[in-house]
């Protein structure tokens, strides 16, 4: 790797899954700890002056938009200023950017899969600040690359997973949607793709733009909750026996999540040849990692 990668957000699942591969290629990553109260513009824009990597991957804000169960409005727009700065200044110090962004921002009402050309139509609020922080990455850092990711699984307590596993834990009667359909995707495949992009960047390629990844084999959201509670119990024998189904519209989150949000991972396949791994074979390692080390 020729280029000095930077990455923001390196103590987040995805960011020490992306440093723990990356060390397997021998790719590092300097990965500043963020500032007492966190990456704002001002730190930011001391940070590039002072650093001046060739790529940067921002995960500074990963868990509130891929893991939290709500974000309130304020600290989302903190979080957009600061990363319109940061694509103002990889753009002055000529930094290729990396952007993780989600399925969040399409609207769901369509159930086929959605592609690239596809108009964001974003639900919450956070689905409205992704939507806006790519706009934000595409009108100031024309260098850049935008991943939406599926539904991203890691092994952090408080994250998605982690509060279905303590539920089920705790005894408590599960319900999920099984009309609401989309990609699981665990964190170390997301950082498989991230790393397999970075490669082909550091070659010169000029492959900028938006791209779509989320585990092969769509799933509804009770399905893949079934199948996390198969794995789950060989570390635990006190867990539920199923999972009982309930309508998306039912939901708590109905209002947020989109019902329908498969990605379509073409565009990715073709631009950097990379195919999507099937999710379920990323369970076991996932599970594991949750109960051993978590």
């Given at each position: 790797m020729r280029m000095r990668l930077m990455l923001l957000g390196g103590g987040s699942a995805l960011g020490q899954a992306l440093i723990r591969l990356g060390a397997e290629d021998d790719i590092g990553f300097l990965a500043p700890r963020p500032p007492e109260g966190g990456w704002n513009a001002a730190n930011?824009?001391?940070?590039?002056?002072e650093t001046r990597p060739d790529a940067l991957v921002n995960l500074a804000y990963y868990f509130d938009w891929f893991q939290a169960a709500a974000v309130d409005d304020a600290r989302l727009q903190t979080q957009e200023r600061a990363v319109e700065r940061l694509a103002e200044l990889c753009q002055h110090?000529?930094?290729v950017l990396l952007q993780p962004s989600s399925y969040r921002v399409f609207d769901g009402a369509r159930a086929t899969a959605y592609s690239?050309?596809?108009e964001p139509v974003p639900l919450g609020l956070r689905g409205q600040a992704l939507w806006r922080l790519e706009q934000s990455v595409r009108a100031n850092c024309p260098r850049h690359v935008l991943l939406r990711f599926g539904w991203l699984l890691d092994d952090s307590r408080e994250g998605v997973l982690g509060r279905f596993l303590q539920r089920a834990e705790q005894g408590e009667a599960l319900h999920l949607a099984d009309d609401r359909r989309g990609n699981p995707t665990p964190v170390d495949d997301a950082a498989r793709i991230i790393l397999a992009v970075l490669?082909?960047?550091?070659c010169e390629s000029p492959l900028w733009g938006t791209y779509h990844y989320g585990g092969h084999e769509a799933s509804t959201s009770l399905s893949l909750g079934q199948a996390v509670l198969s794995e789950a119990r060989h570390y635990r024998n006190n867990l539920p026996e199923q999972v009982l189904a309930q309508a998306h519209a039912a939901r708590a989150d109905a209002l947020d999540e989109p019902q329908h949000a498969v990605l379509a991972c073409k565009k990715i396949f073709h631009t950097f040849g990379i195919k999507p791994r099937a999710w379920r074979t990323g369970l076991p390692s996932l599970?594991?990692?949750y109960y051993r080390h978590g």
């Open positions: 930011l824009t001391e940070l590039l002056d110090h000529a930094i690239e050309k596809d490669k082909q960047l550091d599970l594991d990692h």
